[in-house]
């Protein structure tokens, strides 16, 4: 995988504001407001900045969090795994391993067969439909 790597100032030139925010700043967007959160279609879900396949639609539950919802990743190569220790909390923040963009956050509470809850920001995907 290559990676991709560009200066904020690039980032800034590319993405607005928000999304600029939830993936380089790692903000987050407010649950129940964006896009795919309760979307139902059949593919696969980008990283917004980069491409990179994350996840599948096979894999998308809902958690009733108001966060789209995924129990497994694409591959264990697409996304990576950091220590967030921020707001008083330990979280662990799933990242894009591609280019680092933040995604959102993996939980322990999800169903089976992995046991995971990936809560991933809507702002941070771009579906691709399947043909």
């Known amino acids: 995988m290559d990676k991709i790597i560009k200066s904020e100032t690039q980032w800034r030139e590319l993405l607005d504001e928000h999304t600029y925010n939830v993936t380089r700043e790692h903000g987050t967007e407010a649950p129940f407001s964006g896009k795919y959160y309760?979307?139902?279609?059949?593919?696969?879900?980008?990283?917004?900045?980069?491409?990179?396949?994350?996840?599948?639609?096979?894999?998308?539950?809902?958690?009733?969090?108001?966060?789209?919802?995924?129990?497994?990743?694409?591959?264990?190569?697409?996304?990576?795994?950091?220590?967030?220790?921020?707001?008083?909390?330990?979280r662990v923040e799933v990242l894009c391993n591609r280019c680092d963009s933040h995604l959102g956050h993996v939980f322990e509470d999800g169903p089976a067969p992995t046991g995971l809850r990936y809560c991933i920001n809507s702002v941070c995907l771009k579906f691709e439909e399947d043909n």
Do not use: A, Q
């Open 38 to 90: 309760d979307f139902k279609g059949d593919g696969v879900y980008k990283c917004v900045c980069c491409g990179e396949k994350l996840f599948s639609s096979d894999t998308k539950f809902d958690s009733g969090t108001g966060w789209p919802s995924f129990y497994e990743s694409s591959s264990d190569e697409s996304v990576r795994e950091n220590i967030d220790s921020s707001f008083g909390m330990r």
